[in-house]
């Protein structure tokens, strides 16, 4: 088909929605990596990887047809799904492999950076194609068939990932799980809409889509969390308290707000940096007892080595005072805790000997913490 390139000012439009909105979908994606383990130039890679995916089918779907091998709508509906989730997926085979790639979380956004790179090519075909309606194509794929083509990918590395922590016969069960579910999702979507369904019903999938991503990485920052509670230790200098708020990483803003008003935010930037490295450790020796031989034991340990070091520049950087301010900031969280519990149980009338064994151990708690400030 001769494609007719209009260049007018709502095709423009519809190429910055084609391109901006899947992109915003894998930037807050990207944001549930709360301790920030995955690397920018891997996203760039599964990108454009995700780019070249899709040159690649854009060749090899045509030419299936062209030799008689299968009609149009049986490559639109079953073989194009199976080659594009596969192709997608070759990038994260080679990512897993490497020492500094960490656990499901970091698989999925790759994953679903590699979708969304492969989805954003396609729209310039389709948009570009349909200049007469470029506006609407492109508002049609970008909440729906972008969003497959993301979850798909996601899913697949997510198994793959998983194999990571997992190096018994049942892990290879999640990576055939990974890849059947994504491409039997991308069979029936493609099913449905090549039937002519209505655009709501798309939407729906691809909303479908996306939470499910978003459920995996939530997932997945669960057990890190549990990993940097049980790893981090003092082999890398973390107090019990670093280590705490390591492990709540999901609230760390709001622990941290007390120090950002004394210290500023450059120092609390500092401090944030350190915290996210002081998990990564945490998350590098669970991964390092499941490391499949000893000469990849061997490269963990040496980014764990140089995470310390990292972390030993930054307490400097920090300083020492500070340091020790954000050793006992966890003791003020807990004791903004049972204030809490206090009011409650005032409120809920429980009378003084209810409200006075709260008192005394709340007052227990400011008394611990005055004693401790002192020092």
């Not at 089918?57 to 030419?63: K, R, Y």
């Not at 029936?188 to 999938?205: D, E, L, P, Q």
């Not at 050793?327 to 149980?345: F, I, P």
């Not at 005055?370 to 020092?375: E, F, I, S, T």
Request: aromatic content about 12%; proline content about 2%; glycine content about 8%.
């Amino acid at each position: 088909m001769q494609i007719r390139y209009d260049f007018s000012t709502m095709l423009y439009l519809a190429l910055v929605i084609a391109v901006l909105i899947p992109f915003s979908f894998f930037l807050y994606i990207r944001g549930l990596d709360k301790y920030k383990t995955s690397r920018v130039s891997f996203h760039a890679l599964t990108f454009v990887w995700g780019i070249l995916a899709y040159l690649l089918a854009a060749q090899i779907n045509p030419a299936i047809i062209h030799l008689g091998w299968a009609s149009r709508i049986t490559v639109i509906r079953v073989l194009a799904p199976i080659l594009e989730e596969i192709l997608k997926s070759l990038i994260l085979i080679y990512l897993i492999q490497r020492p500094d790639f960490n656990f499901i979380v970091d698989g999925v956004i790759y994953g679903f950076g590699a979708g969304i790179g492969f989805a954003i090519a396609e729209n310039f075909e389709y948009v570009t194609g349909h200049p007469e309606m470029a506006l609407a194509v492109a508002l049609a794929r970008v909440f729906s068939t972008n969003l497959i083509h993301a979850t798909g990918t996601g899913i697949i590395s997510g198994g793959l990932a998983y194999r990571r922590s997992d190096l018994s016969w049942k892990a290879w069960l999640y990576i055939f799980a990974g890849y059947g579910v994504s491409i039997l999702f991308h069979i029936i979507f493609n099913t449905i809409v090549s039937a002519g369904v209505a655009i709501v019903v798309a939407f729906i999938f691809g909303a479908a889509g996306g939470a499910f991503i978003w459920y995996l990485i939530r997932q997945g920052m669960q057990v890190q969390k549990l990993w940097v509670k049980e790893k981090l230790d003092s082999a890398a200098r973390a107090t019990k308290e670093e280590t705490k708020l390591a492990s709540q990483i999901d609230v760390i803003e709001e622990l941290l707000a007390p120090l950002k008003a004394r210290f500023g935010p450059s120092t609390v930037t500092l401090i944030r940096t350190y915290i996210y490295k002081q998990g990564e450790i945490g998350i590098k020796r669970r991964l390092l007892e499941t490391a499949p031989n000893p000469e990849r034991r061997s490269e963990i340990q040496e980014i764990i080595n140089g995470l310390i070091e990292e972390t030993n520049q930054l307490r400097k950087q920090i300083g020492s005072y500070c340091m020790l301010q954000v050793r006992v900031v966890y003791s003020g969280q807990e004791t903004q805790l049972w204030n809490l519990l206090n009011a409650r149980v005032a409120a809920a009338g429980l009378g003084q000997k209810g409200g006075g064994l709260w008192d005394r151990m709340n007052t227990k708690i400011k008394d611990a913490n005055a004693a401790q400030d002192d020092k």
